[in-house]
């Protein structure tokens, strides 16, 4: 039976029992308000120790009889290490829900409906009675079941014997051997408002790092402590949404369904699963399950694909009850099973188990070996009974098993070396699969892709093979040797050669000279460190920053630097190591700062794991996209070559194509959907392979060519199809591709979902392609590629998909649980880290509060920071720590007047910046064909606005609870008034740039500068930014500590998460019909295309395309591949010149084979460009090229005389080496102005193209294009323009030099595409001399000047005057046709009358767009003003001229606007009004006058000084602080250095700041401030030993090192401890030792040899100071701390301790020092016995300073009862008590901290007393006394009161003005109550005098007011009586009544009632009528003992009145 802990409608805790799993249901809903309570689970019991049996426990028996519940341990005959293994599991039909929790009624299927219940822990004792155990209420979850973030999840404590939770725990219970239950309780987590915080998403290292990945389950997780622990947490799996249990129950049925399924299905299935992790703690299991279970677990294993799911599952295994219990018995149970049938199976099911133990160890070396070993010990025992059983088990088995054995053999002698880390146990140190074949491997599939070490020597140099492109290749090994190589060697040659130029350089110059150099090969960055960590969908990204000073003048919009995806090498010891990176993130406006996010290589990741997080790199780049390179060449290592597709045409070049494998068997195809529309209905379907039976081809509307590549491409397995500019290739390629969509059953393998692969170069060739066949499929297109302009395809990106609800609802079960799992940890940590993100942002965007930075600041300077606030002198208005920064109100004037000169220099220029055109930069271009637009985007959670706003709103609500003063603030405050908020704005803004400025400074305190400082105020405001740095990077580095573990687990979840993505992605593509990728997104999935194995690939620009990236994107199920392309135009691009001029790896697979002969088809009709241009092409680049009619009827240009024409020049052009890029300005001005000509005559900017050959071109071209003219008009470079055609083309060539270089103008590829992309007109400008050298561009110019289409100007022609022609030569000449006209005027008139002033212009006939600009004459008001406006503007409704009035309320003149009436006006002229102080007002007359004067007078102070201050303070109560200075010697001797109003007027003083530089007895200098006793010291502990060094405080007793003694040498040895002093004399023979140099050593046997020789160093080593130094024969010390040589036997003089004893005989208690230079001698084997014996008594001296701790502990303990009974009081705040607190709570209490907490407390029970004294009093009097002990309250409390000799003496003196004050007015009261107070009037004018005077109350005033006191004593009774203390003592003795007779009535009137003296009878009071005596001996109400007669404080009659009155009689 169990319980659950419920609510009530009441909200009352009520318990719910189920019995034997027949549950019920509790009336009521669950309520959920209350998610802050603990919930109980069940009351958790433990078995004792006489558990009896096995200790595993048992299925329950009845659980098929009727369901129940099965409980499960691991306790017993395996051993105490598997107690851990706790769990509890529920069967039964229906689950539990939250409302109610019921037991399941039933099994089902073997127990597969089992469902896990967090938290729970059940056990059977002896008896075999069960017993539950609950481990409390744990689940921590939100309203919706979420876990609510990483903060809330509760710890587990650590259990006694080191065992860990398996299960999140809340509590926990233990039953003892009589069986009684004893209950612990954990508190589950809540947060600060009781709401849980959700599961803390993280993952601990386990005991010694052998368990790191004990605990991680679905829907829970695990952590450890700082102890190793294992801690568990609920993720919702228990308890979920509504009551019903989320995921599938795990069963025998389960396993079975999941066993048939893939690999990769059933490994993200097993992993996800929330029922696994608790299948797995099972120790009692069927065989069956168990073989069926290690059945499912191998196929698992199988998924090679994901690796970090397969880990993760391996994590959850190893450390299992199943891999640790169950496992070992299943085969030790094997020898002796007796069954036939079962024996035969044995070896399959043995096969699986060495598949699971080869993967747990294969990713868990170093902490399963242990385990795998035992189990491998049974397995080998079971194998050999089985085959001498005659059991058949394969060879292969055994080779298996011997090869296991041979690795944990090997691993067991790794481990015994202690070279087997288990800190890398998570990185997989061995070779996955152990296959053992990677030694028979050719070379290139073991080459490592990244360069290796070696590599860098400058003398290497790799092994190529070229490009076979003229014969076939050897075979097919050989040729994928070839492009493995070339592809490898085009990635690592600039980055290995160019860092074998760059170690040389390093040998032979410094950094500043490195700097200035150039490399050819790569691009280095200096001083790199890492600056922060960054978390990406990707992992772990890192933040570095570089030094950007040589970068200042680039522009990173237009570099190739660091672009996504490249490859970088990071070093800190000249590449002798280094680390590998890519460019994860690039922003422009990051990289101006030198900032880049990079992302480690998993090896780099673990090296930069170990390395110092400050180390400052040289990073190298090379712009290769390592990741395209990596993808591919992973895909040719692994390509299996006898499964590459088409060999016999790619490797053996064969002629002879044949038709498509699938295409024999049915060649049956019908293309009536590509025909025209005429013929749709009467084409049939017909056999392909029959020439004959083709129909025409103007059935398709094709000419012959594209007939023909149409039937090429349908008949024949490899197609070749060249297309020339504007031929119709993609036209085609549609066709074919609709064609074979069509007749999809001919290739579609049946049984599977088949697709079409359709792969391009660029993204808008991708593009292009899908949106065609889009119109004919409208659904079953996937597109994965870069970013797309396309809004058709949008839907169909990979991304879109995946988010869509379609795919949602097919997505696979395995996968939505997968996902879910690892989607909840990412977010959680995200927000985690994203937390940590704010703090910091907030630390660089502002002042952050003194409270946030306590933990960083000393004691002694949080103290003085304090100071203000402590002295009263403190305004308020800001933080204490903006003020101390000067950014308070105080600091605002000096601010301005320091930045008075800087304003001056930072004044921007707010002219109107020109906007120029949008051109895609060469960078943007690059990295939209790098990045893939997969689904990544599925993360968010939120539209990206939203996410923003709560960002914002989560940043916006830190900074307030962070920040005293923040940067993203400048509203105007509510009781600011306009013209007080525009006045402060300036300020404002001066100081956000000072806070800006001294943020960003690098420059910090040093921590030796920081001990150095007393006071803080009396630093200097650099100095003080200076220390606030320095805290800055403390709170930093405790930030990101914090955050490290965070992320560390946001990296694993990151792998999982891609994987899972992954798998994703193959869902998505599987279902789709067309898969259309880039060639950079078919690298990136290579692994899923093999997996997809597409039977038919479409490759659209085929010829740019790289031969290896072909190969790699096709499988081996590849049965029909068309390459379309045009191999004259663009070839593929490669990294290397090099090799593709001599290696031939720029020639494409396509070129390749039309080389070789192989059949294709070129289409030979161009449908694009008008003849003339078409001429430029045929026959110098294509053969024969047609023309299509509809090109011929082209309307000429306007405004210009021909249609194509190319201007000559010889202007030269300028060379960018950082870019290695052209630019001539002359082409870029002449082409911009005929681009704005051509827009003149009305054609539209999406007409033209500009075209150039150099991206630095294409800039310049861009800067003289402002978007107000040219918008929408397109600029690009020639390669990117591949594919794009436009009307008009002005063309920009760029070259131009002495040398007479043309570059890559002479590819006659290039050329092509630059003159084949206009459609209408071509102008091309260039140095027709300098090209004229190429041979084909002279052919060009020479068809050029056939028709005098080429010279020297360009001819333009006026539209409206066509006699004006203009001759064009350069831009200026455009400026005769300055409106695309002439320069007539125009001389149209407008409607309004005026005449068009602009010249002759094409554009506008009509001038209805026309604006006249002239000046509007229309009168707008009465008294006849004209309107201010231009004539097109409409006028004003209200008259805005000036004019002069009089405004009423000041009779003033000024200028006011003609509308406005003057009353409203506010006069601006100076108020002449003087204040009632007599000086005038400073503000505008139309404001109201000032009440606070700000002129300066002499003020005289109360405290009787002088100063300045301002006028105001006259008619105010309130003075300003007084700053004369104080100068009164105080009790230590020196001079107050406060001032008076610090000083208080003398009564409390400044504290003393006076540098104590007194020795302390660890030879360290105090460096307090001036005390009297030093306090203990605060420096690191420098004492250390051979062995180690004390890490403590210096101040702080050393633990002393237990280590054998290290001194010893050949002739003896010590035989005591490290810490004890030495029992052998130091030894003094010669020491045999040569030095480096090669002479005999100087030094002592045993010593350490002196870095000094007699002979090198003679001067230095003969230097007499004791005198024996020039002995040849000397033998010398060298004295560790300081390096000084002494000889050896006068220093051992000087170390004797006989020789420093002084005249009583005794020895200082000091360290030696050094004699030369006095430094204190600490390390000297030599000298050990002398040390150890002054460090002994120096710690004993240490340990009287810091006080007996078991003392000091107890009166701590006292302390904090004081400290209770003070805090209710009103006297002690919140923040003083919760200091004193933290005090005594902390580890190390000082005695120090004793004395200074308990005088603090004494005063504050003083004040307390006093407190009470006047309690009851109101009169100005008191209200005077109260301040004053508020401002003594103020001196007590605050934090840096240290209760020096000083300080104690003026809070005595002020106590006893305080008592005095306090008996004063007690006396007075009573004077007034008798009526008596003319009586002492002249007493009380002495003592109001005495008390109220400035200075401290000196003991000439204490004795003054007790003299005064006394005579008022005498005139006034202080008993209150009415009567005299010798009148009363006279009444008392004469009634003779013992004490308690004497009460009073409610007035006070004293009464007695004799007898026994209670009351018995009540009567009325002579003197007030009020009732007194009583009845019963209870007194009537009001009535009290009259203490004040005879002392009593009870009645007589009374026992307790026996017991106080007579407290001294004995009692028997």
């Given amino acids: 039976m169990w319980r659950r802990g419920q609510k009530d409608g009441m909200n009352h805790n009520i318990g719910q029992r189920t019995d034997e799993g027949r549950g019920s249901r509790h009336g009521g809903t669950h309520d959920r308000s209350n998610r802050g309570r603990l919930m109980r689970l069940g009351q958790p019991e433990v078995v004792d120790a006489k558990g009896g049996g096995s200790g595993a426990l048992k299925r329950n028996e009845e659980m098929a009889g009727g369901g129940g519940n099965l409980w499960l341990g691991s306790e017993g005959a395996l051993g105490e290490k598997y107690q851990k293994n706790w769990m509890v599991f529920e069967y039964g039909g229906k689950g539990a829900q939250r409302g109610g929790g019921a037991g399941g009624s039933g099994c089902q299927g073997g127990g597969e409906r089992q469902r896990y219940r967090t938290g729970s822990n059940g056990r059977r004792d002896g008896a075999g009675e069960r017993q539950r155990c609950n481990r409390g209420g744990s689940a921590s979850t939100s309203r919706d079941a979420t876990p609510q973030g990483p903060r809330g999840a509760s710890r587990a404590r650590r259990q006694e014997g080191g065992e860990r939770q398996a299960c999140r725990t809340g509590g926990d219970g233990r039953r003892d051997g009589t069986g009684n239950s004893q209950s612990r309780n954990k508190e589950s987590s809540t947060s600060r408002d009781g709401v849980p915080q959700g599961p803390r998403w993280t993952r601990g290292r386990g005991h010694q790092g052998d368990r790191e990945r004990q605990g991680r389950q679905t829907w829970r997780d695990g952590r450890r402590d700082d102890t190793g622990d294992s801690q568990s947490q609920n993720r919702g799996s228990a308890a979920c949404r509504d009551g019903v249990p989320q995921g599938p129950r795990l069963g025998f049925k389960s396993l079975q369904e999941l066993s048939e399924k893939e690999p990769s299905v059933v490994a993200f299935t097993l992993c996800s699963h929330p029922a696994l992790p608790g299948m797995l703690l099972e120790t009692d299991m069927r065989q069956d399950l168990v073989e069926l279970l290690c059945l499912v677990l191998s196929k698992a294993f199988k998924s090679h694909s994901n690796r970090v799911t397969l880990q993760r599952l391996a994590s959850i295994l190893k450390d299992s009850g199943f891999f640790r219990t169950t496992l070992p018995h299943y085969l030790a149970g094997m020898r002796s099973e007796s069954r036939p049938d079962r024996r035969r199976q044995y070896p399959l099911h043995i096969e699986n188990i060495v598949l699971i133990l080869t993967q747990v160890l294969t990713n868990f070396p170093a902490s399963s070996t242990e385990a795998v070993s035992l189990l491998l010990t049974l397995l080998r025992a079971s194998t050999d009974e089985l085959r001498t059983a005659g059991v058949n088990v394969s060879a292969e088995l055994v080779e298996k098993v011997q090869r296991l054995e041979d690795l944990v053999k090997h691993l067991q002698e790794r481990s015994r070396e202690g070279t087997l880390h288990k800190s890398r146990d998570t990185y997989g140190l061995l070779p996955f699969g152990l296959s053992g074949e990677e030694d028979e491997a050719p070379v290139f599939r073991t080459m490592p892709i990244y360069p290796t070490p070696e590599e860098f020597v400058q003398d290497h140099r790799p092994f190529l093979r070229p490009n076979i492109t003229s014969q076939r290749y050897t075979n097919t090994l050989i040729y994928l040797d070839t492009h493995f190589r070339l592809m490898r060697e085009d990635l690592v040659r600039r980055l290995r050669e160019g860092i074998q130029q760059l170690r040389q350089m390093q040998l032979q110059a410094n950094n500043a000279e490195l700097k200035k150099k150039h490399f050819d090969d790569i691009l280095v960055y200096f001083d790199v460190k890492l600056e922060a960590q960054k978390y990406m969908l990707t992992g772990l990204a890192y933040v570095v920053q570089f030094d950007v000073e040589p970068f200042k003048f680039l522009r990173w919009e237009n570099s190739r630097r660091l672009l996504y995806g490249s490859l970088v090498c990071l070093s800190c010891d000249n590449f002798e190591s280094f680390l590998y990176a890519t460019v994860a993130d690039r922003d422009p406006k990051s990289l101006n700062e030198g900032k880049v996010t990079i992302m480690f290589t998993d090896d780099s990741r673990f090296k930069l794991a170990r390395m110092e997080k400050e180390q400052v790199f040289l990073m190298v780049e090379t712009p290769a996209y390592f990741e395209a390179y990596r993808y591919v060449l992973e895909g040719l290592q692994e390509q299996d070559e006898d499964l590459l597709p088409f060999q016999r045409y790619i490797v053996e070049c064969s002629k002879d194509v044949q038709p498509p494998a699938y295409l024999p068997g049915s060649d049956i195809y019908d293309l009536s959907s590509i025909a025209e529309a005429n013929y749709k209905e009467r084409i049939r379907p017909f056999h392909s392979l029959n020439v004959d039976a083709w129909p025409k081809k103007e059935v398709f509307s094709l000419d012959d060519s594209q007939m023909s590549a149409l039937e090429l491409a349908l008949t024949k397995e490899l197609a070749i199809i060249q297309g020339p500019p504007g031929t119709g290739k993609t036209h085609v390629g549609l066709k074919i591709a609709q064609a074979l969509l069509d007749n999809d059953s001919l290739w579609k393998n049946t049984g599977r979902n088949s697709q079409m692969l359709v792969v391009c170069y660029t993204n808008h060739a991708l593009d292009q392609f899908l949106e065609g066949i889009y119109k004919f499929m409208p659904r079953g297109i996937v597109r994965v590629g870069g970013r797309s302009n396309s809004e058709l395809l949008k839907s169909f990106n990979l991304r879109e998909v995946a988010l869509s609800l379609m795919f949602k609802q097919r997505q696979p079960s395995y996968l939505r649980h997968a996902f879910k799992e690892v989607h909840l940890e990412l977010h959680a940590l995200e927000d985690e880290i994203k937390k940590h993100g704010r703090q910091l942002h907030c630390s660089r965007t502002g002042i952050l509060q003194e409270k946030i930075l306590e933990k960083f600041i000393m004691e002694k300077h949080w103290s003085s920071l304090h100071q203000p606030l402590d002295l009263g002198i403190w305004n308020g208005r800001s933080s204490l720590i903006t003020e101390w920064l000067g950014l308070g109100p105080g600091g605002i004037l000096q601010m301005e007047t320091e930045d008075t000169n800087m304003d001056e220099d930072e004044v921007v220029t707010e002219s109107e910046q020109v906007q120029l055109i949008e051109v895609t930069e060469e960078a943007d271009l690059i990295q939209a064909e790098r990045i893939i637009e997969d689904n990544i985007d599925t993360k968010r959670r939120y539209d990206a606005k939203k996410e923003h706003l709560m960002e914002a709103m989560a940043l916006k609500t830190m900074q307030k609870s962070m920040l005293a003063m923040s940067l993203d603030q400048d509203d105007k405050k509510p009781e600011e008034t306009e013209q007080e908020w525009t006045f402060q704005r300036d300020q404002k803004r001066k100081m956000k740039r000072k806070i800006t400025r001294e943020l960003g400074n690098e420059t910090a305190m040093s921590e030796a500068e920081e001990r150095r400082i007393l006071d803080i105020w009396a630093l200097s405001m650099a100095d003080r930014w200076r220390l606030y740095r320095l805290w800055m990077v403390r709170f930093r580095a405790d930030i990101r500590k914090d955050a490290v573990i965070y992320e560390e687990q946001y990296q694993e979840a990151a792998d999982r998460y891609a994987e899972i993505k992954r798998d994703e992605t193959f869902t998505i593509l599987q279902m789709a019909k067309v898969i259309g990728m880039t060639t950079t997104g078919a690298a990136k999935f290579r692994k899923v295309l093999q997996e997809l194995r597409p039977p038919v690939v479409i490759v659209e620009e085929a010829a740019e395309v790289l031969e290896a990236h072909i190969i790699t994107a096709l499988s081996d199920a590849c049965e029909h591949l068309i390459l379309i392309g045009d191999h004259q135009q663009l070839r593929p691009s490669s990294t290397e010149y090099d090799l593709e001029r001599n290696y031939k790896m ?456 237990n280590e054998p003694c290290a001194c010893q040498c050949p002739h003896q040895s010590c035989s005591k401890l490290c810490h004890e002093p030495c029992d052998r004399p130091p030894c003094t023979q010669p020491c045999a030792q040569t030095l480096g140099c090669g002479h005999p050593c100087i030094g002592l046997c045993g010593d350490k040899c002196p870095n000094k020789c007699r002979i090198c160093h003679e001067d230095e080593v003969t230097d007499i100071f004791f005198g024996m130094e020039d002995d040849p024969e000397a033998r010398f010390i060298q004295l560790e701390d300081c390096g000084h040589i002494i000889e050896h036997t006068s220093m051992d003089s000087y170390m004797d301790d006989k020789n420093h004893t002084n005249k009583e005989g005794q020895v200082a208690i000091k360290l030696k020092d050094c004699p030369k230079c006095r430094t204190p001698i600490r390390k000297n084997l030599r000298y050990g016995s002398q040390i150890n014996r002054s460090l002994t008594a120096i710690e004993m001296v240490k340990k009287k300073i810091n006080g007996d701790q078991v003392d000091t502990k107890k009166r701590s303990g006292e302390l904090k009862i004081s400290l209770l009974g003070l805090s209710g009081q009103g006297i002690l705040g919140e923040d003083q008590y919760l200091h004193m607190e933290r005090i005594l709570t902390s580890n190390h209490v000082t005695v120090n901290d004793i004395w200074v907490l308990e005088n603090k407390m004494n005063f504050l029970l003083k004040i307390q007393k006093l407190l009470k004294v006047v309690r009851d009093e109101t009169n100005a009097e008191v209200n005077k006394f109260r301040n004053t002990i508020d401002i003594f309250l103020l001196w007590v409390n605050n934090f840096h009161q240290k209760f020096t000799e000083q300080q104690i003496f003026d809070l005595q003196r002020e106590v006893q003005k305080l008592m005095l004050w306090a008996e004063f007015i007690a006396l007075c009261s009573t004077a007034v109550k008798l009526r008596k107070s003319n009586n002492i009037e002249t007493e009380k004018q002495i003592v109001d005098e005495a008390l109220g005077k400035h200075g401290q109350f000196t003991e000439q005033d204490e004795q003054g007011v007790n003299e005064a006191l006394n005579v008022m004593k005498q005139k006034v009774p202080v008993t209150g009586l009415g009567i005299s203390d010798e009148e009363r003592k006279m009444i008392v003795s004469a009634m003779k009544m013992r004490s308690g007779h004497w009460y009073q009535c409610p007035n006070g009137h004293v009464y007695v009632i004799t007898e026994c003296g209670g009351a018995m009878e009540a009567r009325r009071c002579t003197d007030c009528d009020a009732i007194i005596g009583g009845g019963n001996h209870m007194l009537a109400s009001g009535n009290t003992v009259a203490s004040v007669m005879d002392g009593a404080q009870y009645g007589a009659w009374s026992e307790a009145n026996n017991l106080i009155n007579f407290g001294d009689l004995y009692l028997d």
């Avoid at 890029?1221 to 500009?1250: D, G």
């Avoid at 041979?1335 to 360009?1354: N, P």
């Avoid at 026309?1410 to 008001?1421: E, F, G, H, M, P």
């Fill in 1146 to 1601: 720029g020639v494409s697979m396509f070129e390749r084979l039309v080389n070789m002969g192989l059949p294709f088809v070129r289409l030979n009709q161009q449908h694009r460009m008008r003849p003339e241009i078409a001429r430029l092409l045929t026959p110098h680049i294509y053969k024969d090229l047609e023309n299509h009619p509809s090109v011929l009827n082209f309307e000429n240009i306007k405004g210009l005389k021909t249609n194509l024409f190319f201007v000559e020049h010889n202007q030269l052009e300028k060379q960018f080496k950082e870019a290695k890029s052209h630019q001539n300005l002359h082409e870029a001005t002449f082409v911009v102005a005929l681009c704005r000509y051509l827009l003149l005559q009305e054609y539209k900017p999406e007409q033209i193209t500009i075209l150039t050959t150099y991206t630095a071109q294409l800039q310049c071209l861009r800067r003289l294009m402002p978007a107000s003219q040219f918008s929408g008009v397109r600029v690009h470079v020639v390669d990117k323009y591949q594919g794009e055609e436009n009307d008009i083309v002005l063309l920009s060539l760029v070259r131009s030099n002495m040398q007479g270089k043309v570059g890559f103008l002479n590819i006659s590829n290039r050329v092509c595409v630059a003159l084949s992309r206009a459609k209408k007109a071509l102008y091309c400008i260039g140095n027709s001399e300098m090209l004229g050298q190429v041979k084909l561009w002279s052919d060009i110019f020479s068809t050029l000047r056939e028709k005098d289409q080429v010279g020297g100007s360009l001819t333009l022609c006026c539209q409206n005057h066509p006699e004006r022609q203009v001759q064009a030569s350069c831009a200026d000449d455009f400026n005769q046709a300055p409106e695309g006209g002439c320069t007539q005027p125009c001389e149209f008139r407008l409607n309004c009358g005026h005449v068009c002033t602009i010249v002759c212009h094409p554009y506008d006939q009509d001038h209805k767009n026309y604006k006249c600009v002239k000046d509007c004459t229309k009168i707008i008001c009465l008294l006849g003003h004209t309107c201010t406006l231009v004539c097109h503007a409409q006028c004003p409704k209200e008259c805005p001229v000036r004019v002069e009035k009089i405004i009423p309320k000041c009779q003033h003149k000024q200028m006011v606007p003609c509308h406005q009436d003057p009353d409203t006006f506010v006069c601006k002229i100076p108020c002449q009004s003087t204040l009632q102080c007599g000086h005038r007002c400073g503000l505008w007359c139309g404001l109201p006058c000032t009440s606070r004067c700000m002129v300066n007078v002499m003020l005289q102070l109360r405290c009787g000084h002088s100063q300045e201050g301002a006028c105001f303070y006259q008619t105010q109560e309130d003075e300003p602080p007084c700053k004369t200075p104080c100068e009164q010697q105080l009790i230590c001797g020196h001079a107050c250095r406060g001032t008076c109003g610090q000083c208080y007027n003398g009564r409390f003083h400044f504290p003393c700041f006076h540098q104590c530089d007194r020795l302390l007895i660890c030879s360290h200098k105090c460096t307090g401030p001036c005390t009297r006793d030093c306090p203990p010291c605060q420096k690191p502990c420098e004492n250390c030993c051979v062995h180690s060094k004390c890490m403590k405080m210096c101040g702080e007793p050393c633990t002393p090192c």
